[in-house]
């Protein structure tokens, strides 16, 4: 399911990345994620039959790792290559 969901984007990425020689690579990424997350669980709650009471801690971990992830990827990215030593870190 996951494959199946992210296949356009994968498709799109590609194309901009390899064809076209375009930087949409990060942003398909990054904005493919924050909608996954955002909107499958949003339609997960509203077609939930009962009231969901959530807790803070749960969201401000999530975010807090997923901005730390990001900050990686782009401050591996940054310079352009991608060398033996940032694939293998």
Known sequence: MAAGSSAPELATV???????QD????????GS??????????????CAQTVCYLNWWPLCRDCFF???AILVMLFTIYDGSISWWTSHC
Do not use: E, K, R, T
């Open 14 to 20: 590609v194309i901009g990345v390899f064809f076209a």
């Open 23 to 30: 930087d949409i690579g990060v942003s398909g990424v990054i």
């Open 33 to 46: 994620a924050v909608f996954n997350i955002m909107f499958v669980i949003a339609v997960c709650a509203l």
């Open 66 to 68: 997923y901005s730390v």
